[in-house]
């Protein structure tokens, strides 16, 4: 196979116009027969990307750690679990991946470590230690309580005592996972040489845990209360029911990522950052003026419904905001997988390979995750094999398990995933759910996904830097133009028509067979979307609409 030729003319960056892919690396294969996904397994399936047409891969956390939070608790920055693999292991993956054209970022979490990290195992030995400073310690309030009123982001306060020393230390997730202390240069120093340190190996780049929270407000004032949070309710609403005006998005963050992109640029290494804000228009603070990150994971597109007017908005909001330098996910480890999301069953696969449509025209980075090419539904975990720490430590809601059940690969026991038993169940999973059965099927979800990211790569105005022209502002068609290319799907309950602006279009792309294309005319069945190109470049744009 071919490597694809990366972007280097003019000022253009490899990035643009790429297509990235999420590596949940425990679920994606496994090459030892222990049934947890690791190196060797992604190596073995790295020829299955290159093909699907994707050029950069997100590697999510692979580095030691006791895994309280599969992997999101790092014990160290510079090695490899042993149940991943070995670093050896990691060069080998990136030399491949490499060779094939494609580009690899690892997963870098700065805002937290392990507890079981020797920074914070030295830090709790005493209030003198030379690394207590790396994390953020403060005496009980005057009541005994926890010094302010944050809450973990998976539930209860965001403090914890400490006996021994009689401090709290901050964790905006679990008690396991302490906060660093940014306000400490001796952080950012040793995040400097890990940074090289992957740098030097020849990453691509990194995305970037949490990014959004790193600074904290250095007087760590209690956040407002939104409203009063329901008893007995999920971590999740209770979190909402604060406004984190002191504990996100704080002033100083931004210095952090123009130090790194500083350190970055000799590499041409790509700093993607998870800014887990809802308002586009606080994202893009990030990555604007080419001085903070490079690009952002856009989180609202995972959270969206099957509802045309808020998937209008969301898109054409983050378009407007993000200025091209947003990555588009349709699903992630974190949020209900997008077929689940909407609806279920065949109608909501349909309904994510239509929304996907709609983004991999985007400018920016369209981001599959794991198995949307499969369109795959959440897989079912039950109760008591839950191992998500936000089921695990909240009697209310489900947690991410269902998102993160294991890639089926092929028909049969294991389903080509394991030889042993998984860490997680499948959940129902069929034969045409498999990468084996979908391959040999043309219409599969598998072959439209290749088929659409192959679109994308052969238009040079999808893939480059031509302007979002947003078409039908109401009803249930979200469309858009971009140079000689339409990009259009119906997230309406009925069959819908809309009108097309001059020129002689065809159908490139259709996610199901259910569209067609007469005199300007583009008929859409629900759950339906097509990618059209102009033959002729029309001398002006006509009168668009519904
Ligand atoms: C975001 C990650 O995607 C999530 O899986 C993790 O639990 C938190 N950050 C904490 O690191």
Same mark, same amino acid.
């Given at each position: 196979?071919?490597?694809?030729?990366?972007?280097?003319?003019?000022?253009?960056?490899? $990035?643009?116009?790429?297509?990235?892919?999420?590596?949940?690396?425990?679920?994606?294969?496994?090459?030892?027969?222990?049934?947890?996904?690791?190196?060797?397994?992604?190596?073995?399936?790295?020829?299955?990307l290159a093909d699907l047409g994707v050029d950069l891969i997100w590697i999510t956390p692979f580095y030691p750690s006791p895994m309280a939070d599969h992997g999101y608790d790092v014990a160290d920055y510079r090695?490899?679990?042993?149940?991943?693999? =070995?670093?050896?292991?990691?060069?080998?993956?990136?030399?491949?991946?490499?060779?094939?054209?494609?580009?690899?970022?690892?997963?870098?979490?700065?805002?937290? =470590?392990?507890? %079981?990290?020797?920074?914070?195992?030295?830090?709790?030995?005493?209030?003198?230690?030379?690394?207590?400073?790396?994390?953020? $310690?403060?005496?009980?309030?005057?009541?005994?309580?926890?010094?302010?009123?944050?809450?973990?982001?998976?539930? %209860?306060?965001?403090?914890?005592?400490?006996?021994?020393?009689?401090?709290?230390?901050?964790?905006?997730?679990?008690?396991?996972?302490?906060?660093?202390?940014?306000?400490?240069?001796?952080?950012?120093?040793?995040?400097?040489?890990?940074?090289?340190?992957?740098?030097?190996?020849?990453?691509?780049?990194?995305?970037?845990?949490?990014?959004?929270?790193?600074?904290?407000?250095?007087?760590?004032?209690?956040?407002?209360?939104?409203?009063?949070?329901?008893?007995?309710?999920?971590?999740?609403?209770?979190?909402?029911?604060?406004?984190?005006?002191?504990?996100?998005?704080?002033?100083?963050?931004?210095?952090?990522?123009?130090?790194?992109?500083?350190?970055?640029?000799?590499?041409?290494?790509?700093?993607?950052?998870?800014?887990?804000?809802?308002?586009?228009?606080?994202?893009?603070?990030?990555?604007?003026?080419?001085?903070?990150?490079?690009?952002?994971?856009?989180?609202?597109? =995972?959270?969206?419904?099957?509802?045309?007017?808020?998937?209008?908005?969301?898109?054409?909001?983050?378009?407007?905001?993000?200025?091209?330098?947003?990555? $588009?996910?349709?699903?992630?480890?974190?949020?209900?997988?997008?077929?689940?999301?909407?609806?279920?069953?065949?109608?909501?696969?349909?309904?994510?390979?239509?929304?996907? =449509?709609?983004?991999?025209?985007?400018?920016?980075?369209?981001?599959?995750?794991?198995?949307?090419?499969?369109?795959?539904?959440?897989?079912?975990?039950?109760?008591?094999?839950?191992?998500?720490?936000?089921?695990?430590?909240?009697?209310?809601?489900?947690?991410?398990?269902?998102?993160?059940?294991?890639?089926?690969?092929?028909?049969?026991?294991?389903?080509?995933?394991?030889? %042993?038993?998984?860490?997680?169940?499948?959940?129902?999973?069929?034969?045409?759910?498999?990468?084996?059965?979908?391959?040999?099927?043309?219409?599969?979800?598998?072959?439209?996904?290749?088929?659409?990211?192959?679109?994308?790569?052969?238009?040079?105005?999808?893939?480059?830097?031509?302007?979002?022209? $947003?078409?039908?502002?109401?009803?249930?068609?979200?469309?858009?133009?971009?140079?000689?290319?339409?990009?259009?799907?119906?997230?309406?309950?009925?069959?819908?028509?809309?009108?097309?602006?001059?020129?002689?279009?065809?159908?490139?792309?259709?996610?199901?067979?259910?569209?067609?294309?007469?005199?300007?005319?583009?008929?859409?069945?629900?759950?339906?979307?097509?990618?059209?190109?102009?033959?002729?470049?029309?001398?002006?744009?006509?009168?668009?609409?519904?």
């Amino acid at each position: 196979m071919q490597p694809r030729q990366s972007s280097t003319a003019g000022s253009r960056r490899w $990035w643009q116009g790429a297509v990235g892919y999420e590596i949940y690396i425990r679920s994606f294969a496994d090459g030892n027969g222990d049934g947890v996904g690791d190196l060797l397994g992604l190596r073995s399936r790295l020829a299955y990307l290159a093909d699907l047409g994707v050029d950069l891969i997100w590697i999510t956390p692979f580095y030691p750690s006791p895994m309280a939070d599969h992997g999101y608790d790092v014990a160290d920055y510079r090695d490899v679990d042993p149940r991943y693999g =070995t670093l050896a292991d990691f060069e080998r993956l990136l030399a491949e991946a490499h060779e094939l054209g494609l580009r690899v970022l690892v997963d870098l979490v700065p805002n937290h =470590t392990s507890s %079981g990290h020797s920074w914070f195992r030295s830090a709790r030995r005493s209030r003198d230690d030379p690394y207590r400073d790396f994390y953020i $310690w403060r005496e009980p309030a005057a009541e005994g309580g926890p010094p302010n009123n944050w809450v973990s982001h998976f539930g %209860g306060p965001a403090w914890t005592y400490d006996e021994a020393t009689g401090e709290f230390w901050l964790h905006l997730f679990l008690p396991e996972q302490p906060d660093l202390n940014w306000a400490n240069p001796a952080v950012a120093a040793a995040f400097d040489d890990i940074l090289a340190f992957w740098l030097d190996r020849g990453v691509d780049g990194f995305r970037i845990d949490v990014a959004h929270a790193l600074v904290k407000d250095p007087q760590l004032r209690d956040n407002p209360l939104r409203s009063a949070a329901p008893s007995n309710t999920s971590a999740r609403e209770i979190w909402s029911a604060h406004e984190h005006r002191y504990d996100l998005d704080q002033p100083g963050v931004l210095e952090i990522y123009q130090r790194w992109r500083e350190l970055a640029a000799p590499y041409d290494a790509l700093l993607l950052g998870e800014v887990y804000l809802f308002d586009p228009w606080k994202v893009a603070r990030y990555v604007a003026g080419q001085q903070g990150l490079h690009a952002a994971l856009c989180v609202t597109t =995972t959270r969206t419904g099957w509802d045309a007017s808020l998937i209008r908005s969301t898109l054409r909001e983050g378009v407007a905001a993000g200025n091209g330098y947003l990555a $588009w996910p349709l699903s992630s480890h974190d949020d209900p997988r997008a077929p689940t999301r909407f609806g279920g069953g065949e109608r909501g696969s349909h309904r994510a390979l239509a929304y996907l =449509t709609l983004l991999a025209g985007l400018p920016g980075i369209p981001f599959l995750y794991q198995g949307d090419e499969l369109a795959l539904e959440n897989g079912e975990v039950p109760r008591e094999r839950a191992l998500d720490p936000v089921e695990l430590r909240n009697v209310a809601g489900r947690g991410r398990d269902g998102s993160r059940t294991p890639i089926p690969w092929e028909p049969g026991a294991g389903l080509g995933f394991t030889t %042993g038993e998984p860490w997680l169940p499948f959940g129902e999973r069929r034969g045409e759910d498999t990468v084996a059965v979908q391959d040999q099927d043309p219409r599969s979800y598998l072959n439209r996904t290749r088929a659409l990211l192959a679109t994308r790569h052969s238009s040079t105005d999808l893939s480059g830097e031509k302007a979002v022209e $947003w078409l039908a502002s109401t009803g249930p068609i979200v469309a858009y133009r971009r140079g000689n290319v339409l990009v259009a799907a119906n997230c309406g309950p009925d069959r819908d028509l809309l009108h097309l602006p001059q020129g002689d279009w065809e159908k490139v792309f259709v996610s199901q067979d259910a569209a067609q294309l007469r005199d300007r005319r583009l008929e859409l069945a629900e759950d339906t979307a097509a990618v059209l190109y102009a033959r002729v470049v029309p001398e002006a744009h006509g009168k668009v609409g519904r």
